[in-house]
């Protein structure tokens, strides 16, 4: 079993920054995507940016281009993703996701094997 435990969240005016972690434990996969989706009340989970751990590729909305920024450190078998700019639209529960893929990172959230439980990102005007 994989466990996804994502911590980092909290309140934050509009302009401000902040960095959430994603830590997997469990089992140790030789390469493998991590990502980061979204859900706001009311809508579908979204994605957001994901990343392939072997290589460093990337991949992000066009939403958070320039914004956010993902990264990782595969000896800890984490990935952080670094909010700069937030705005109010950025407000949603936001949860750390892991595909044994190789290709991609892909989008869709079927081709996600693992969640964490999520974590609120609240962004005030």
């Known amino acids: 079993q994989v466990q996804l435990v994502e911590s980092g969240g909290g309140l934050v005016q509009a302009g401000g920054s902040l960095r959430l972690s994603c830590v997997a434990s469990?089992?140790?996969?030789?390469?493998?995507?991590m990502g980061w989706f979204r859900q706001a009340p009311g809508k579908e989970r979204e994605f957001v940016t994901a990343?392939?751990?072997?290589?460093?590729?990337?991949r992000y909305a066009e939403s958070v281009k320039g914004r956010f920024t993902i990264s990782r450190d595969n000896a800890k078998n984490t990935v952080y993703l670094q909010m700069n700019s937030l705005k109010p639209e950025d407000t949603a529960v936001y949860y750390c996701a892991l595909a044994l893929v190789q290709v991609g990172p892909p989008v869709s959230t079927v081709a996600y094997d693992y969640w964490g439980q999520g974590i609120q990102v609240t962004v005030s005007s």
């Open positions: 990343i392939i751990t072997s290589e460093g590729s990337t």
């Open positions: 469990g089992r140790t996969f030789s390469t493998y995507v």
